[in-house]
Nanobody, 125 residues
Framework: QLQIVESGGTLVQPGGSLRLSCATS????????IGWFRQAPGKEREGVSC????????KYADSVKGRFNTSRDNGKRTVYLQMSSLKFEDTAVYYC??????????????????WGQGTQVTVSS
């Protein structure tokens, strides 16, 4: 059983920065591709970023490209999402997900098998 726990979500002002953490544990938790997704009220869940198991490959949604960065520390079995220049439309529950493959579909929900419970990010003045 793979365990995933997101943390770091909070209230932040527009233009601010925030770092989310995705702590994983369980069998080969350091060998999974990790995706970040978000879901705002009334909206479908959308892919934000993904990172390969080795951390050498990443992909970002156009809406966050240049503002968000994902990285991982496999020694800590933790993946990070550094969020900068935050906008009101970034407000959502952010989810971390683990999948066995990294590829062209890494921003799609169907590619992931394990999901955390989410952490709320609210961008507001």
């Amino acid at each position: 059983q793979l365990q995933i726990v997101e943390s770091g979500g909070t209230l932040v002002q527009p233009g601010g920065s925030l770092r989310l953490s995705c702590a994983t544990s369980g069998f080969n938790s350091d060998r999974y591709a990790i995706g970040w997704f978000r879901q705002a009220p009334g909206k479908e869940r959308e892919g934000v970023s993904c990172i390969s198991s080795g951390g050498d490959m990443t992909k970002y949604a156009d809406s966050v490209k240049g503002r968000f960065n994902t990285s991982r520390d496999n020694g800590k079995r933790t993946v990070y999402l550094q969020m900068s220049s935050l906008k009101f439309e970034d407000t959502a529950v952010y989810y971390c997900a683990a999948g066995r493959a990294y590829g062209s579909g890494c921003l799609e929900t169907y590619e992931y098998d394990y999901w955390g419970q989410g952490t709320q990010v609210t961008v507001s003045s």
